[in-house]
T-cell receptor, first 113, second 115 residues
Framework: DSGVTQTPKHLITATGQRVTLRCSPR?????VYWYQQSLDQGLQFLIQYYNGEERAKGNILERFSAQQFPDLHSELNLSSLELGDSALYFC????????????FGPGTRLTVT | AQSVTQLGSHVSVSEGALVLLRCNYSSSVPPYLFWYVQYPNQGLQLLLKYTSAATLVKGINGFEAEFKKSETSFHLTKPSAHMSDAAEYFC?????????????FGTGTKLQVIP
């Protein structure tokens, strides 16, 4: 158990819908990362937040957005969902911006039908 | 830009045999290198990391990796495979240019252990 929690574990929704994935980092970790893992694209970095502020963006679509709240939990919002958005979405956390160890949550499996 | 290449998307070894998973990296700055393991239906777990100290890095579960700058490699090894080692392994490279840690993952290698 990494100490990072993600909810829900599974999510099935239809194309065009909007979903919110939630992540709680390890106690004391200020930095949160979101990743997408799919069969065709592998593990892709989406976005990073640090202490409530966006700090880095990766291959994140404009239909996707995220935020980190004052209690440091983070939410990833996916809208206008397409079949290709079906994937595992992982959250990871680290102590701060420069600490190299990231601790991964168990992931949310999103299926878009 | 940094990148990692994992040679072989699938590797099969017999139980008790040597495990060798290959990773080559590209980075414009001295890199930090990692190996992560992912068991079915689970998140990634850090196996070991290289941070420019010792070139031979020991990790959990008997795994180790050697950083070879001349070969830009960071191959993962284990002397004797166990059935519980069956999983997917990801090599990753990180640098801190730009004031934050940017991690790039390889495409993964699925390890099958044959009894």
């Amino acid at each position: 158990d990494s100490g990072v929690t993600q909810t829900p574990k599974h999510l099935i929704t239809a194309t065009g819908q909007r979903v919110t994935l939630r992540c709680s980092p390890r106690s004391g970790d200020l930095s949160v990362y979101w990743y997408q893992q799919s069969l065709d694209q592998g593990l892709q970095f989406l976005i990073q937040y640090y202490n409530g502020e966006e700090r880095a963006k990766g291959n994140i679509l404009e239909r996707f957005s995220a935020q980190q709240f004052p209690d440091l939990h983070s939410e990833l919002n996916l809208s206008s969902l397409e079949l290709g958005d079906s994937a595992l979405y992982f959250c990871a956390s680290s102590v701060d911006l420069l600490t190299i160890e990231q601790y991964f949550g168990p992931g949310t499996r999103l299926t878009v039908t | 830009a940094q990148s990692v290449t994992q040679l072989g998307s699938h590797v099969s070894v017999s139980e008790g045999a040597l495990v060798l998973l290959r990773c080559n990296y590209s980075s414009s700055v001295p890199p930090y290198l990692f190996w992560y393991v992912q068991y079915p239906n689970q998140g990634l777990q850090l196996l070991l990391k290289y941070t420019s100290a010792a070139t031979l890095v020991k990790g959990i579960n008997g795994f180790e990796a050697e950083f070879k700058k001349s070969e830009t490699s960071f191959h993962l090894t284990k002397p004797s495979a166990h059935m519980s080692d069956a999983a997917e392994y990801f090599c990753a490279v990180s640098d801190r240019s730009g004031g934050y840690q940017k991690v790039t993952f390889g495409t993964g290698t699925k390890l099958q252990v044959i009894p």
